[in-house]
C-alpha cells in the first residue's frame, strides 16, 4: 500500500481557537439599528432616523 503523503513533509499546525477578546461587533448591535430601514444611528440617543425618518425608540 503506498502512502499518500509525501515523505518528509510536515502537517500544517492547528490554529488555535480564537481568543475572547478578538472578533466583531457583538451580537446584540441589530436591537440598535432603525426598525424601519436597519440604518445605524449616529447617536445612541437619537430619537428619529437620519435616513427614513422612523421613530428610534418606540414606546
Known amino acids: 500500500?503506498?502512502?499518500e503523503s509525501t515523505p518528509g513533509a510536515r502537517r500544517p499546525?492547528?490554529?488555535p481557537a480564537p481568543d475572547a477578546e478578538q472578533g466583531?461587533?457583538?451580537a446584540c448591535l441589530p436591537a440598535l439599528?432603525?426598525?424601519a430601514c436597519d440604518a445605524v444611528p449616529d447617536e445612541?440617543?437619537?430619537a428619529v432616523c437620519r435616513r427614513c425618518?422612523?421613530?428610534l425608540h418606540p414606546a
Do not use: H, W, Y
Request: glycine share 12%; aromatic share 0%; proline share 22%.
Open 1 to 3: 500500500m503506498e502512502s
Open 13 to 15: 499546525e492547528p490554529r
Open 24 to 26: 466583531g461587533e457583538p
Open 33 to 35: 439599528l432603525c426598525p
Open 44 to 46: 445612541p440617543a437619537q
Open 53 to 55: 425618518g422612523a421613530d
